[in-house]
Antibody, heavy 121, light 109 residues
Framework: QVQLVESGGGVVQPGGSLRLSCAAS????????IHWVRQAPGKGLEWVAF????????YYADSVKGRFTISRDNSKNTLYLQMNSLRAEDTAVYYC??????????????WGQGTLVTVSS | EIVLTQSPGTLSLSPGERATLSCRAS???????LAWYQQKPGQAPRLLIY???NRATGIPDRFSGSGSGTDFTLTISRLEPEDFAVYYC??????????FGQGTKVEIK
């Protein structure tokens, strides 16, 4: 079955950096786009970034553009989110979520359980 | 950026009742690329509906979606105890950002 397991969260000071990982299994990773979506404590969902199945295109929310970088290693079935210049408002649970296949435009269907990032001094 | 506004903010109903949740977009959603998710406390969201009206794999038929353009609805025909949760709509049109609504909480009356 489809599994997405995030890791790399933790406590970081404002201005610091963190790299999240998402290990995927149960599907052909290289055929699917993948999203990062976050949720601040007690708040709603915020889409953060998306990368196409082959890594050819990346898309970002304005709130993270220029600070976060999404990437993937299809040989390792792993997605990454490099987060730099972190701010208090980046504090959230970060989910990776499987998007649609290369040949079909679909929303995120399977989600990981999330990893908590806390930006605090 | 397309802004999605969900209403009501909270819906207080009893098991067995019908729930009707609304999602209104600030501009037309491309090709009805509108999805609905359910989220329970401490859990990841679960996809319920995509393409405005298509049930995702394994979703019971008491959940249905409708609408087009700027107005969309999620209907739960008869609420089961496990349906009390927060529901989000999301538009996933051809251009980012792929925004979410602020959520509707369905609580037990």
């Amino acid at each position: 079955q489809v599994q997405l397991v995030e890791s790399g969260g933790g406590v970081v000071q404002p201005g610091g950096s963190l790299r999240l990982s998402c290990a995927a299994s149960g599907f052909t990773f290289s055929n699917y786009g993948i999203h990062w979506v976050r949720q601040a404590p007690g708040k709603g969902l915020e889409w953060v970034a998306f990368i196409r199945y082959d890594g050819s295109n990346e898309y970002y929310a304005d709130s993270v553009k220029g600070r976060f970088t999404i990437s993937r290693d299809n040989s390792k079935n792993t997605l990454y989110l490099q987060m730099n210049s972190l701010r208090a408002e980046d504090t959230a649970v970060y989910y990776c979520a499987k998007g649609g296949p290369a040949w079909q435009w679909l929303p995120p269907d399977y989600w990981g359980q999330g990893t908590l990032v806390t930006v605090s001094s | 950026e397309i802004v999605l506004t969900q209403s009501p903010g909270t819906l207080s109903l009893s098991p067995g009742e019908r729930a009707t949740l609304s999602c209104r977009a600030s501009q037309s959603v491309t090709s009805s690329y509108l999805a609905w998710y359910q989220q329970k406390p401490g859990q990841a969201p679960r996809l319920l509906i995509y393409g405005a009206s298509n049930r995702a794999t394994g979703i019971p038929d008491r959940f249905s979606g409708s609408g087009s353009g700027t107005d969309f609805t999620l209907t739960i025909s008869r609420l089961e105890p496990e349906d009390f949760a927060v529901y989000y709509c999301q538009q996933y049109g051809s251009s980012p950002p792929w925004t979410f609504g602020q959520g509707t909480k369905v609580e037990i009356k």
